[in-house]
């Protein structure tokens, strides 16, 4: 009775059952007759308007019937940013979860970038069945950034990042949008398809005329393989084993009218898309293919150095948490909070795939002031992603205000975080950074150029470089 919420206290009630038997707690008898009552009571509840925080949906009783379907009527915020519209038809799968009805069947029990009802304010986040993938907001998981060859990276990509990927709503609803719009009848080329062919699978089902789904970590593309094999798709999807760029040519003399890709790093170009996309639209498609993103950018902002940023090594006796050394000036840190930035983020690095706008080398020039008083320790980034010309942006630091941290939801981009020399900042002074992407192998080079002038025009700090 303390939990107003009904549909709340279901998921607890399911939770609290699920968790006892797992752990050998005995049996819950407790919490299986609430669970009958909570039901009984949903099942025969009076219907009514009800607003979540994100969408309205009509006659919703405490949270809409488990399986209802309902319209919805107003959206806002995160839900309306990820493409929810008015008229979308949503169902409850249970108290915490909604999705699109056109995707149940794409997305299992994927849910979306929002909440059909929230956690009622008097329900701790600390419950003990509450089981955390990552730290919390108040501690920061950091790794030493190490920037890397892709066929490297591809050997150890695992199912975990992929599961990962997947698992990013709103960086996977960017893509179905813009691959329904696009593959119509059109032959796609999809560059690092993974181990379960997902988006290739997404292009068939959107009605492309066939798909060449290229993956270089072989374990990767035998698992792809047998997925296209058990879903009847061996007819629409070709899975080839390897790096697109040692391919000579796709089977039966075609050519790429649509290359779709999802190579991004915490810089955007770091895990080799450049480099792959440009060969690929050399030597692999039309002059008329369409990338899938449209396009990318690289944000930077001078930033502080959030507290208890701690480096996480896992082992297999124990696990060990350290400060990071001031010596690892490049850091991958978890959900970087942008409250920390001293001025606003702007585009440091901008791809436009659609336009065919990839250069061999960037240069930017950037300027930022400070807007207020604070101790200035490096750069952070993060990368927004453009599906098709017209969209939406999903970016990874937008991200992070559409994950719910009580039930384990975290965006699978990590921010890049440059440390340079500890600088006293205050409001009105000038942070010139000078950034360069040369992309002329596989692997970019990037260097970064900083100079810290007070208001009165005075260096204060720089030029400091950095080069990795």
Known sequence: ?????????????????????????????????????????????????????????????????ISEHRKVILVKGAAKEQGVEIGDEVVALNGRRIEFREFMSVFGNLTLPFD????????????????????????????????????????????KHYKGTLQDRPRVFNYIKAINETV????????????????????VKAGAKHVYAVEANL???????????????????????????????????????????????????????????????????TDYATVIPFAVETMIAPTELPPKVFMWWDSPKTRRVVEPPPSYRLLSIFSFPKNYSLSEFQPAEELNFGNRDIPSRRHTALEFEVERDGNFTGLVSYISVVGREGLPPVTSMQMITHRNFVIGEFPSWWNLFVRFPETRVTKGDHIKVDFEACYEEGQPLYSAVVTVTARNGTVVMGPEAIQW
């Open 116 to 159: 059909i009802q929230l956690y009622p304010k008097n329900v701790s986040e600390n419950l003990e069945y509450v089981w955390r993938a990552a730290p919390s907001s108040k501690i920061l998981a950091a790794v030493q950034y190490r920037g890397d060859d892709p066929r490297n990276l591809c050997d150890n990509f695992t199912i």
């Open 1 to 65: 009775r303390s939990i107003p919420d009904l549909v709340a206290a279901r998921w607890h009630c399911l939770k609290a059952i699920e968790l006892s038997k797992q752990q050998g707690r005995g049996d819950m008898e407790e919490a299986q007759e609430h669970l009958e009552k909570i039901d009984e009571y949903l099942n025969n509840g009076q219907e009514t308007y009800v607003k979540s925080k994100y969408v309205t949906v009509k006659k919703r009783p405490f949270g809409m019937r």
């Open 219 to 285: 374990q990767h593309a035998m698992s792809a393989m047998e997925v296209v094999e058990k879903t009847n798709l061996t007819d629409r999807i070709t899975v080839l084993s390897g790096f697109s760029t040692d391919i000579e040519e796709l089977p039966n003399n075609h050519k790429a009218e649509v290359i779709l890709h999802d190579n991004f790093g915490e810089v955007a170009s770091s895990d080799g898309a450049v480099y792959a996309i440009s060969d690929a639209l050399k030597r692999l498609s």
């Open 184 to 203: 119509w009848d059109r032959v796609v080329l999809d560059i690092g398809c993974g181990p379960a062919a997902y988006y290739s699978r997404m292009a």
